[in-house]
């Protein structure tokens, strides 16, 4: 297994772990305000995992791209990886307005963008990694 294969596990460990912490908060129905923000804290680590697990996955496959966050999504959709990632980059963008958010306004006008269609694709980025090995790297890595 090379570095590149192992990087992108490795982080595809850290997106797991945030991602459950995430499905965690988005389950929950009536936030107050520290519940709120603990949410977006959750998608705020997220989203960031989200787009560095693919920029070293396409690395690994050995693809040549400006690995920025709206780039390295752009890549993976061009390449027919996934066919969200529009919705992510969207998710970006709500989460580079929702960590400038001290009132709360921004959430309440960016929620249901971010229940009903970011936090779906990244569900479907999760499962994109379970499918292409990423689950693997805890018996790779142990041992």
């Known amino acids: 297994m090379g570095n590149n294969d192992l990087r992108w596990k490795q982080?595809?460990?850290?997106?797991?772990?945030?991602?459950?912490?995430?499905?965690?908060a988005m389950e929950q129905e009536n936030l107050n305000e520290l519940?709120?923000?603990?949410l977006?804290?959750?998608?705020?680590?997220t989203i960031d995992l989200s787009w560095k697990v693919m920029k070293?996955?396409?690395?690994?496959?050995?693809?040549?791209?400006?690995?920025?966050?709206?780039?390295?999504?752009?890549?993976?959709?061009?390449?027919?990886?996934?066919?969200?990632?529009?919705?992510?980059?969207?998710?970006?963008d709500i989460r580079n307005e929702l960590s400038h958010d001290y009132s709360g306004s921004k959430f309440e006008v960016s929620e249901e963008a971010l229940r009903d269609e970011v936090y779906p694709a990244l569900q479907m980025l999760y499962q994109f990694?379970?499918?292409?090995?990423?689950?693997?790297?805890?018996?790779?890595l142990n041992e």
């Open 129 to 140: 990694f379970v499918d292409e090995g990423g689950q693997e790297q805890l018996a790779d």
């Open 11 to 24: 982080r595809f460990q850290n997106y797991e772990m945030a991602f459950f912490k995430l499905k965690e």
């Open 56 to 92: 070293d996955y396409l690395e690994e496959k050995g693809f040549v791209f400006k690995p920025s966050p709206k780039d390295t999504l752009r890549e993976a959709q061009r390449a027919g990886l996934i066919d969200f990632g529009q919705v992510l980059i969207d998710g970006l």
């Open 40 to 45: 977006i804290q959750r998608f705020e680590f």
């Open 35 to 38: 519940e709120r923000d603990g």
